[in-house]
């Protein structure tokens, strides 16, 4: 047991080396950034350690506002994306033919350049001297008047945000979900239909909890994914995020780092270890709900 044990810590090495090195070294390595006051790059020196940089960090309204964001995109974007994806999987599932041509076109965007995307994007909704766009075209034919996706009022501006969000992350939710249902055991379809249960109390009484991991799998990716959001926003509004109102917490961070507000490394850490202690509670609390609902 013990040489076969060696030989199982040999194995992982090479993994757990590449953890340390480019994951738990850079965490801890911010992690003091972030109780460094006034680290200077040039210099490498700072005048004092303390909790000063979370303290301006979370009274900064760039940061409040980027929080702001994130959290709405958050909540809007993963369960719209998750749910628009299995209704999607289950209408692919249900067709013969034609069914590889619908999965490739579904998948088109997810190998799709995302700033070419946003481009796209801002090309349908932006409204300028020239044209209103297409989409307000379209909204003028119900009657209502044009207006500004991306230079107009915030609510405009974050329904775009969601919507490309929405857009670029349904393909690979789509693929995995159609592999997931593929994998059901037709065995207790069959069972079912026998017995003559409604096709309602089936998909809730069998495909749900058989396709449960993947679900609790994008559930948990997307929420990461997220919070991590940036060239999204980068893709629709520019560089300039914070006179767009709508910047992300990464974004606070890349800004803080390099932007126009560059040069406080201190407060980028600080910022980066918030967004870490946040996704990671939210992850922990996903882990303890899927112990109940998730069926392995």
Known sequence: ??????????????????????????????????????????SQTYFGTGAYNYSYVLHDPFFLQALKNTFLLVIITVPVSTGLALLISL??????PLRSLFQTVYFLPYVTNTLAVGLVFMILFQKTEYTDGLINLMLELFGAGPVDFIGGPYWAKMFVLCFYTVWVVLPFKILILTGALASVNEEYYRAARVDGTPKARIFVRITLPMISPMLFYLIITGFIGAFKAYSDAVALFGTNLNAAGMNTIVGYVYDMLYGDSGGFPSYASAAAILLFVIVLTITCINLLVSRRHVYY
């Not at 209408?91 to 013969?96: A, H, K, M, R, T």
Request: a neutral charge.
């Open 1 to 42: 047991m013990k040489k076969n044990s060696w030989k199982a810590w040999l194995y992982l090495l090479p993994a757990l080396v590449f953890l340390g090195l480019f994951m738990v070294y850079p965490l801890i390595d911010v992690f003091v950034y972030s109780v460094e006051e006034g680290y200077n790059f040039a």
């Open 91 to 96: 209408g692919l599932s249900s067709i013969g």
